[in-house]
């Protein structure tokens, strides 16, 4: 059984980084099969998938055009988990961020585990 | 981005009504699109995936079918407990995307 541990911040200041940490059970953050993604949700942007890491001989890491000049997601080998930072935040960042594993099923993909959330709140 | 329309985006229904849900992709997106069910302070549940694959373990009231553009999520006869927000996802192509919800209640 997969399981996805978020920890971190439920506040942070304005310009200031947030930062979150997704542990993994059952999984590991090198799988060749998996890929590790965060996704945050707010009422004024609904769900919003941020960017992913994931493992074929070497890391990969992509993100959303929104927010590609200030994220960073990294994976953690020796701890097996991966991280969110997000630079120079804002109100409008404020939001309930999830981590969440998509696993290979035969020829397709499914976003099958998700982490348990963690609002975060950006004011001073 | 492939936006995705889901509609409605409120339902009251009663117990044991047949409820459908749609959802339009911007761009044929094959049948890569997740059902999921979201209750309150909850991370979304994967319902189903690749359009029509049930998930295990969700009970087989719950259905899908589409693709290419154009797709429906089916209850067939609704529980007390199917109160929740549902939201459909494309992850056909990078950025994944998701309908506006739909916030299913009780009549």
């Known amino acids: 059984q997969v399981q996805l541990q978020q920890s971190g911040p439920g506040l942070v200041k304005p310009s200031q980084t947030l930062s979150l940490t997704c542990a993994i059970s059952?999984?590991?953050?090198?799988?060749?099969?998996?890929?590790w993604n965060w996704i945050r949700q707010s009422p004024s942007r609904g769900l919003e998938w941020l960017g992913r890491?994931?493992?074929?001989?070497?890391?990969?890491?992509d993100y959303a055009v929104s927010v590609k000049s200030r994220i960073t997601i990294n994976p953690d080998t020796s701890k097996n988990q991966f991280s969110l930072q997000l630079n120079s935040v804002t109100p409008e960042d404020t939001a309930v961020y999830y981590c969440?594993?998509?696993?290979?099923?035969?020829?397709?993909?499914?976003?099958?585990?998700w982490g348990q959330g963690t609002l975060v709140t950006v004011s001073s | 981005d492939i936006q995705m329309t889901q509609s409605p985006s409120s339902l009251s229904a009663s117990v044991g009504d047949r409820v459908t849900i749609t959802c339009q992709a911007s761009?044929?997106?094959?049948?890569?699109l997740h059902w999921y069910q979201q209750k309150p302070g909850k991370a979304p549940k994967l319902l189903i995936y690749?359009?029509?694959n049930l998930e295990t373990g969700v009970p087989s009231r719950f259905s899908g079918s589409g693709s290419g553009t154009d797709f429906t999520f089916t209850i067939s006869s609704l529980q007390p407990e199917d109160i929740a927000t549902y939201y459909c996802?494309?992850?056909?192509?990078?950025?994944?995307?998701f309908g506006q919800g739909t916030k299913l209640e009780i009549k």
């Open positions: 890491t994931y493992y074929r001989s070497k890391w990969y890491y």
């Open positions: 761009q044929d997106i094959n049948k890569y």
């Open positions: 059952g999984d590991s953050v090198s799988s060749n099969s998996a890929t």
């Open positions: 690749a359009a029509s």
């Open positions: 969440a594993r998509i696993a290979r099923t035969g020829t397709t993909w499914r976003f099958d585990y």
């Open positions: 996802q494309q992850y056909n192509n990078l950025p994944y995307t």
